[in-house]
């Protein structure tokens, strides 16, 4: 009998599957088959972003912020890489019987101050408990609701020339759970980068360069979002490993463990796919907003066809970046 | 040091207590205080409702439907009683490790019949896997978004002389779970009510009656419904105990476990306060729709001050009816 795995929550190749197989193929409709960060909506000639998103991260808090700071910025992220001005959210709290009080009003708290920093008000809510013995800790959904400024946008979009930018460094959330889980003390502190990014991203859409997509890199890593939008686009794209802005600490934790920064979640960047003549312009636009000065020109769509991401290293070795896939460590976001 | 209870999650006293002084004290805003079933949103002249609600029922099955199915009408019925016109939703899913996937394709199939019936499409979702070490069921939580129809509908809006009618007998989803949960096996089967009542309330408003208020009683039952109108609004609410309809089986289960039919959850039943002129149309708009054929005027708001609900019996004994609270059944809805 088949059964849910922990790697079908990772993210990566076998959390599309399931979407394929189950969620998309018994719930199909026009809007929700593009499988975007938010759904286009139209009410009447208004047009809006409507995106949901489930969070489990363990531990709850952690250095950087905490699961409150993270359901809002997250959904804030999901509407903002749509294009979307982020209004309205939603919070649904599911708490296990034995929850602190103290520590659900410190999530609360953690949560007004980056809805009120992101420009959102929580308008809507509902609170349920289960039995400890069911589950203790807790689980936050926010959906959102974001006015659309800017039309066009999608991992479809992406036409050979284009330049790939990142908007700071990658792997900082995955490695900072990883070594708060395990208690691994890292010779340096990492930080999570878990942010809101609408104010970065509508720097970005006010200026008239050819943008064609944007996307925050969360539970697959970089590695999962570039491989999407090669496949969305089917389109090759070439990224220079060195270029890839890493911090020092993100790399060693990564060394230690064997495992790959890119297949780590960020939940503070965004990616960005733009035409190579306007690359210049969003590169300094995004290094002039406090949340990007360490943004970067990390490679290009090389061609149509074939659907691949290829990595370049500095002795100009090539390699396919995979996506990751199999039992990624659970509960990151 | 003050930890999460059972009770906190009943939809009871205590469950308000905790969003006032925790979720409301947080996150305050105009939107979001008047804690009706949904918000009401203004997108540019726009009227949107927009509402979220996680479910964790257990069993995840029962007589009358399932998690799927409750997750969608369960939705759409807090977008309906705002006056929307249910549109779109999203659905997110946390699902325990080692959940079976023929569960998961019985659940996506029961919400995809559901969101078709009520006219609604599923647009965005997200999916997250727990280790089964922390959790080992599934959790789905679904917000939406409807069109406003008829604005001014609220708790706050009940007036001296409104007929307070409901649509159907009271109690079964409630009564339901209860027998699933305990195994007992009443002489009489009880099915959930679990139904989406948009065309029922569609029906109501395309009247020209002066409706007050609508709402569904849910997770603390009629009793909870009501009481939260008496004070919301500050009236006095009468209510004729042998006008209330419950089923035969579930007034048995009732009396074989000391409980109160009037405390159960219903999850395809409105209650209505409408303008006394205006009751008997609305009796006969209800009673014509599938799903309303046994509605009936149960009582009425008697005066302004003291805000409370008394239940008269056929002895003409009067008492206050309480809301549910304490350790109410546990993953009712």
């Keep these: 009998m088949e059964k849910i795995l922990l790697?079908?929550?990772?993210?990566?190749?076998?959390?599309?599957?399931?979407?394929?197989?189950?969620?998309?193929?018994?719930?199909?409709?026009?809007?929700?088959?593009?499988l975007e960060d938010a759904a286009l909506l139209s009410f009447d000639h208004k047009k809006i972003a409507f995106t949901t998103d489930s969070f489990i991260?363990?531990?709850?808090?952690?250095?950087?912020?905490?699961?409150?700071?993270?359901?809002?910025?997250?959904?804030?992220?999901?509407?903002?890489v749509m294009g979307a001005r982020p209004r309205y959210l939603s919070a649904g709290f599911v708490l296990g019987e034995g929850f602190r009080l103290s520590d659900l009003k410190k999530i609360v708290a953690a949560m007004a101050e980056e809805a009120k920093g992101a420009g959102v008000a929580v308008v809507t809510?509902?609170?349920?408990?289960?039995?400890?013995?069911?589950?203790?800790?807790?689980?936050?959904?926010?959906?959102?609701?974001?006015?659309?400024?800017?039309?066009?946008?999608?991992?479809?979009?992406?036409?050979?020339?284009?330049?790939?930018?990142?908007?700071?460094?990658?792997?900082?959330?995955?490695?900072?759970?990883?070594?708060?889980?395990?208690g691994i003390d890292f010779?340096?502190?990492?930080?999570?980068?878990?942010?809101?990014l609408w104010t970065l991203v509508e720097g970005v859409l006010s200026t008239e360069a050819e943008v064609h997509a944007l996307r925050d890199p969360t539970r697959a890593g970089l590695a999962g979002l570039l491989t999407e939008w090669a496949e969305a686009s089917s389109v090759t794209i070439e990224i220079d490993e060195e270029k890839i802005p890493v911090r020092e600490a993100v790399r060693g934790a990564c060394e230690l463990l064997g495992m790959d920064p890119l297949h780590f979640a960020c939940e503070g960047r965004v990616a960005i796919a733009v035409a190579e003549v306007d690359a210049e312009e969003i590169l300094m636009k995004?290094?002039?907003?406090?949340?990007?000065?360490?943004?970067?020109?990390?490679?290009?769509?090389?061609s149509n066809?074939?659907?691949?991401?290829?990595?370049?290293?500095?002795?100009?070795t090539?390699?396919?970046l995979e996506p990751p896939s199999g039992e990624l460590l659970p509960r990151i976001c």
Tied chains: 1, 2.
């Design 286 to 302: 995004l290094m002039a907003h406090p949340l990007g000065r360490e943004a970067a020109v990390i490679g290009r769509v090389a």
């Design 125 to 182: 809510g509902d609170t349920k408990v289960m039995p400890g013995v069911d589950f203790s800790g807790i689980v936050i959904n926010t959906a959102g609701l974001g006015a659309v400024v800017r039309e066009g946008l999608s991992a479809s979009r992406l036409r050979p020339g284009d330049a790939i930018l990142v908007s700071g460094t990658v792997g900082d959330h995955g490695a900072c759970i990883l070594s708060a889980r395990k």
């Design 7 to 34: 790697s079908h929550g990772g993210g990566g190749e076998e959390t599309r599957r399931l979407i394929d197989r189950i969620f998309r193929k018994g719930l199909s409709n026009p809007v929700l088959d593009p």
């Design 318 to 320: 090539r390699r396919i």
């Design 187 to 196: 010779q340096l502190p990492i930080e999570s980068d878990c942010a809101s």
């Design 57 to 80: 991260v363990d531990p709850i808090f952690f250095p950087g912020g905490n699961i409150g700071k993270l359901a809002v910025a997250g959904t804030v992220n999901d509407l903002s």
């Design 305 to 316: 066809d074939p659907a691949r991401v290829i990595l370049k290293s500095s002795w100009n």
